[in-house]
């Protein structure tokens, strides 16, 4: 069951989140939203999805709303001042478990881009959800690795399958799913969306007992 809290970004704002965790968690999953500025948040139906599968499995969540959006204070920072956003969540995640839980970053949209960068420097499991490609400068390199996931469909008009391919060919071998007939927000494809997430979540944090009041993904 997710619990409201507050994540005190250091020098910053106070986010709005969600967490829910145990204490046999060992792996947990920090969820990013969409722009803020085109209604962008914590409650979007694409980061509701993959908190759910990833708690089925077992997981750790924390989902929040970036600054300036929801009842998190600040303004909004042009994707940089939200960078330290998702750092502070991450910590304040890390301090619910125990030392040695792993933890992994999901950012959809405007949150996928946020979350590149931050684990471009802090490298940790990602999943990129409809990386918008033909929006944001995405020119600083994502680094391949095993727990790297890329997800996107045949129909997103601000991740087209050109500059996806084009994505993916600089990332040999990582893990990726486009979506047959999925557009950018993934009215309709939610289930096989979630299905690719619990993939992915399985493949760096394995399976365990669902958290409490949570059905398995």
Same mark, same amino acid.
């Given at each position: 069951?997710?619990?409201?809290?507050?994540?005190?970004?250091?020098?910053?704002?106070?986010?709005?989140?969600?967490?829910?965790?145990?204490?046999?968690?060992?792996?947990?999953?920090? &969820?990013?939203?969409?722009?803020? &500025?085109?209604?962008?948040?914590?409650?979007?139906?694409?980061?509701?999805?993959?908190?759910?599968?990833?708690?089925?499995?077992?997981?750790?969540?924390?989902?929040?709303?970036?600054?300036?959006?929801?009842?998190?204070?600040?303004?909004?920072?042009?994707?940089?001042?939200?960078?330290?956003?998702?750092?502070?969540?991450?910590?304040?995640?890390?301090?619910?478990?125990?030392?040695?839980?792993?933890?992994?970053?999901?950012?959809?949209?405007?949150?996928?881009?946020?979350?590149?960068?931050?684990?471009?420097?802090?490298?940790?499991?990602?999943?990129?959800?409809?990386?918008?490609?033909?929006?944001?400068?995405?020119?600083?390199?994502?680094?391949?690795?095993?727990?790297?996931?890329?997800?996107?469909?045949?129909?997103?008009?601000?991740?087209? &399958?050109?500059?996806?391919?084009?994505?993916?060919?600089?990332?040999?071998?990582?893990?990726?799913?486009?979506?047959?007939?999925?557009?950018?927000?993934?009215?309709?494809?939610?289930?096989?969306?979630?299905?690719?997430?619990?993939?992915?979540?399985?493949?760096?944090?394995?399976?365990?007992?669902?958290?409490?009041?949570?059905?398995?993904?």
């Amino acid at each position: 069951m997710e619990q409201p809290t507050l994540v005190q970004v250091p020098g910053g704002p106070r986010l709005e989140a969600l967490l829910a965790h145990s204490p046999s968690a060992t792996a947990g999953l920090v &969820l990013c939203h969409p722009h803020p &500025l085109y209604g962008g948040d914590m409650d979007n139906p694409v980061v509701v999805r993959g908190a759910e599968v990833a708690r089925g499995l077992g997981l750790a969540t924390l989902r929040f709303n970036f600054r300036g959006a929801g009842r998190s204070t600040g303004t909004h920072g042009g994707g940089v001042a939200e960078m330290d956003d998702v750092r502070a969540a991450l910590a304040h995640l890390a301090a619910t478990l125990s030392g040695g839980a792993t933890l992994g970053v999901l950012g959809y949209s405007f949150g996928a881009w946020v979350s590149a960068r931050v684990t471009a420097a802090d490298p940790r499991p990602l999943c990129l959800v409809a990386p918008p490609l033909k929006m944001l400068d995405w020119s600083a390199a994502v680094p391949s690795r095993p727990d790297l996931c890329v997800l996107a469909g045949t129909r997103d008009s601000y991740c087209p &399958l050109p500059e996806l391919e084009h994505f993916l060919a600089k990332l040999p071998g990582v893990r990726h799913a486009i979506i047959e007939g999925a557009d950018h927000f993934f009215f309709g494809k939610l289930y096989p969306l979630g299905e690719e997430i619990g993939a992915w979540c399985r493949g760096w944090a394995g399976g365990s007992p669902p958290l409490p009041g949570q059905p398995r993904g």
